[in-house]
């Protein structure tokens, strides 16, 4: 009962640290949500909408509390957080606004509220079926064959369109040819450039740091400077918001499910056919941004997560938003990665920030009373314009000239006649494309390993038997046709099956020879093997690689040091071969070196080989620290090779060498003994490789084999009596 109860003590500390970082990085997380919903709601409830602010209010909170807790409780990754997304909520906005347009060239005095709210609703949870469909059918990957340009332009669309929301909410007025007159006056002028303004400042600070407080800042200050400018100027509160400096002062954030039989009675059923291709893009739109989140999240925090489960998470998610007012939202980059960044790696993370988009219900209102409109509206076109220099701008730098153009005008297309032209004719192009530069899809030709097929160089009989040995280590694929989308992902499917089915892998071979050509999506696919190959610790060899398609590869930063490119492929075989022919021989040398140290130092081979399989090998880089000052003493080392110093701290921050260890030396021996702290660092001077025996299976030697423990010991002994030895002397010399 006792040992029981010590036990429970000791696992407290872990859980309540591991706890209290989630509850740390969902409190990060959720100033994101906070701030971000606040601008989604003036997004979605502007125009003839901006009445009903408050029931905006509820439905963005509602919203961010139930997707942050369901992707929490549900999802593949732990520290993920859901909400809505800039362009959710802006697919969101453009189909309530479409709806009340309808509305009233029908009936202007109609009320608007109700129809808006069951829109919204049905609209979320059709959604959230589509999505469970997908992730269900894992129909959900066909998502990664649409062209790059198309997903590039949908998204540059939406950018461009949080804009013009942006500047809808501040002068109250849309952006079209007939009313560019009403943006002539003075002060829808000075309303623009200060939210522009604001906008600047953002993208100068910000944009640059990721500071999980600093947007909060940066808003608050925006919020003081303006009442201070209305105080020296003598404008009080009320004519501010009269004027439309400041945003009216909404009710108490008003929470209404919309299912009741008067409401639904009263819906404008006719609009229905209207509105299907905005509702088709705000599922599109969804599912694209739950599929490209969680990708982005996996290359961001080197995670793998399951589409298909994400899929039916955000789904339910989605559904059980609708269900109660809510709107769309899907997995967020920006607040999960924030969230993992500031120590949050559990699910109670999530939880906290749908706790706080909770307690935002009541007091959201009372912010927008004093919130100037160019401060959240300088929020929304950083926003924007932040998406359109993604996919404009920078996008540039990996399409072609035809990808980018296609990008570009399907841009157009959508801002003009809408998404689902945008995405149909996109698609169009984006195939005429495929037709004109692909004519075959099957990327591998053929593939091979090192034990089958070699390079021309004749070796002596023993590397050939240890090729034949080790061969598999070398795994080759000899690529053909146009790389595009498709092929490309089906080429890294094929890879990932090909390093499953051979995990001795060391070296995979690319030819290129046969490839005509390789687009930008293929580049993402190759990042994707290249991710693969070095978690399992692969080089990858690149051959007879065209200057277009390396250019392609450079600049998705596939290129980098641990990739080779070599002009042929029989030199690069050799090259592979030449590495596993050199670490093979060299363990095998450094294995027998190892095992006549110990044997010298034991007095016996059994002994020797004993230590041997009780020894972890390691190899570190010069400069590379080892051990530092104050760690536990829980391991001693065997110096096989190189050298390595002892530091301790010196003035100024700086360090200094007290004594200096080559190979065939031991460190950190009576530290295995005493158990006492390390009071020195120790750090390697040049590359070395080192044997390092644990506190653990020291212990189970001393259990194990008390012949061989007595031995190591015998040894500590003298090691540490020739450096006394040593001392004394460097003493008696001192004091001459």
């Known amino acids: 009962m006792v040992i029981q109860s010590v036990s429970q003590s000791v696992n407290l500390g872990p859980r309540f640290r591991a706890a209290l970082n989630d509850v740390l990085g969902g409190g990060a997380a959720s ?38 807790a369901i992707i929490a409780l549900g999802s593949s ?70 062209p790059y ?15 013009l929301g942006a500047i809808r909410v501040i002068t109250g007025q849309r952006v079209q040819f007939a009313t560019l007159d009403r943006f002539a006056n003075l002060l829808t002028v000075s309303e623009l450039a200060a939210a522009c303004a604001m906008a600047l400042v953002l993208y100068l600070t910000w944009h640059r740091s990721r500071s999980s407080f600093g947007l909060p800042v940066i808003l608050i200050g925006g919020v003081i400077a303006a009442h201070v400018a209305f105080w020296l100027a003598g404008i009080p509160l009320a004519e501010a ?17 919309p299912w009741s039989a008067k409401e639904i009675s009263h ?47 955000t789904g339910i998610a989605n559904m059980l938003s609708g269900a109660l007012g809510g709107y769309p939202g899907c997995i967020s980059i920006s607040r999960s990665m924030l969230n993992l960044n500031s120590g949050g790696t559990g699910r109670l993370s999530g939880l906290t920030v749908a706790a706080v988009s909770a307690l935002m219900l009541a007091v959201a209102p009372m912010l927008l009373g004093y919130m100037p409109k160019f401060v959240l509206g300088g929020l929304l076109i950083y926003l924007g314009a932040d998406q359109l220099h993604k996919w404009i701008v920078e996008s540039r730098r990996r399409l072609s000239k035809t990808e980018y153009v296609s990008l570009l005008a399907i841009i157009v297309i959508i801002v003009q006649w809408g998404f689902v032209a945008g995405v149909l004719i996109g698609t169009v192009i984006g195939c005429a494309t495929f037709a004109l530069s692909a004519s075959r ?27 034949a040995a080790h061969g598999g280590e070398i795994q080759g694929l000899n690529l053909q046709s146009y790389l595009f989308f498709g092929s490309a992902n089906r080429l890294y499917q094929h890879v990932k099956a090909l390093l499953a089915r051979h995990p001795e892998c060391r070296f995979l071979v690319f030819d290129f020879k046969l490839v005509t050509g390789i687009d930008s999506s293929a580049a ?58 050199t670490q093979h021989q060299g363990r095998e040398q450094e294995e027998a070196s190892l095992r006549d140290w110990f ?9 020797a080989v004993a230590l041997m399989h009780r020894c972890q090998r390691i190899e570190v880089d010069a400069g590379e620290t080892i051990v530092s000052a104050g760690d536990a003493a829980d391991s001693m080392h065997f110096i096989l090779d190189g050298r390595v110093g002892i530091m301790i701290p010196a003035d100024e921050g700086r360090t200094t060498r007290v004594r200096s260890l080559g190979r065939y030396t031991t460190i950190g021996e009576m530290g295995l003994v005493s158990h006492a702290p390390r009071n020195a660092t120790i750090q390697a001077e040049i590359a070395s490789i080192l044997y390092v025996l644990g506190a653990e299976q020291f212990e189970l030697i001393k259990r194990d084999d008390p012949v061989l423990s007595q031995k190591l010991l015998t040894y500590f002994v003298s090691v540490m009596a020739e450096r006394l030895t040593f001392a004394n002397r460097m003493i008696a010399v001192l004091r001459r």
């Open 31 to 68: 100033v994101l949500t906070v701030t971000f919903g606040l601008s989604y709601s003036l997004l979605i409830f502007a125009g003839p909408l901006s009445p009903y602010l408050s029931y905006g209010v509820a439905a963005t909170f509602i919203s961010s509390a139930v997707l942050a």
């Open 77 to 146: 990754l732990p520290f993920a957080v859901g909400g809505p997304e800039s362009s959710t909520a802006a697919v969101t906005g453009i189909l309530a606004s479409s709806l009340v347009e309808h509305i009233q060239a029908n009936d202007p005095s109609a009320a608007l509220l109700g129809p808006v709210l069951i829109t919204l609703g049905l609209s979320t949870i059709l959604t959230g079926i589509v999505l469970c469909g997908f992730g269900v059918t894992r129909m959900g990957r066909a998502i990664r064959y649409v």
């Open 149 to 163: 340009p198309v997903v590039g332009g949908f998204l540059g669309a939406t950018g461009l369109l949080i804009v």
């Open 241 to 257: 918001q009269a004027s439309g400096w400041t945003f009216q002062p909404p009710p108490g954030a008003s929470f209404m499910l």
């Open 267 to 313: 819906y404008p059923w006719y609009t229905v056919p209207d509105l299907l291709g905005n509702l088709i893009a705000v599922i599109f739109v969804t599912a694209t941004s739950t599929l490209f989140n969680t990708t982005g999240v996996e290359v961001a925090s080197q995670r793998e997560a399951d589409l298909e489960r994400e899929l039916n998470v």
């Open 441 to 467: 899809i099957d990327s591998i030709k053929y593939s091979f390993d090192g034990s089958e097929y070699r390079s021309s160089l004749d070796r002596s009989r023993d590397d050939q038997a240890l090729l």
């Open 524 to 581: 993402y696919s190759f990042a994707q093997i290249k991710r693969a190959a070095h978690d399992r610790g692969i080089r990858l060899v690149l051959v007879h690689l065209p200057a277009a398609a390396e250019k392609a590869l450079r600049s998705s930063e596939f290129i980098s040091k641990e990739v080779n490119i070599i002009a042929e492929l029989d030199h690069a075989l050799e090259w592979c071969e030449n590495e596993i022919i």
């Open 599 to 607: 044997t010298q130092i034991l007095g016996g081979e059994r002994d």
